[in-house]
Nanobody, 128 residues
Framework: QVHLLESGGDSVQTGGSLRLSCAAS????????MGWFRQALGKEREVVAY????????YYADSAEGRFTISLDDTKRTLYLQMNSLQPEDTARYYC?????????????????????WGQGTQVTVSS
């Protein structure tokens, strides 16, 4: 079992920046897909970005491309999401998620967005 704990959510003004963090309690697989999702009030959850811990395979949603950067500090088992140029439409609860990658698989395994482990989320509010 992997527990994920997000932090870093806050209220900022349009154009501001935030860095979200997600600490994993442990690794039980050699490699993972780790990602950030968000859910705004009254809307469905959507993927923001994900990466494959084995290297390569980084993906950004169109809404995040060029403004957000996903990264991993493997030594700390911590996933980050650097968010710049925040807009009111980025207001949502942001969730960290992960799933183990089987030994026979690679970064392509991350395309399937069915993740096993989820954090409780952290709220990001962007005001105009």
């Amino acid at each position: 079992q992997v527990h994920l704990l997000e932090s870093g959510g806050d209220s900022v003004q349009t154009g501001g920046s935030l860095r979200l963090s997600c600490a994993a309690s442990q690794y039980t697989s050699a490699n993972y897909c780790m990602g950030w999702f968000r859910q705004a009030l009254g809307k469905e959850r959507e993927v923001v970005a994900y990466l494959y811990t084995g290297g390569g395979g980084t993906y950004y949603a169109d809404s995040a491309e060029g403004r957000f950067t996903i990264s991993l500090d493997d030594t700390k088992r911590t996933l980050y999401l650097q968010m710049n140029s925040l807009q009111p439409e980025d207001t949502a609860r942001y969730y960290c998620a992960a799933k183990g990658v089987p030994v026979y698989a690679g970064s392509w395994y991350c395309v399937d967005l069915e993740y096993t482990y989820w954090g409780q989320g952290t709220q990001v509010t962007v005001s105009s």
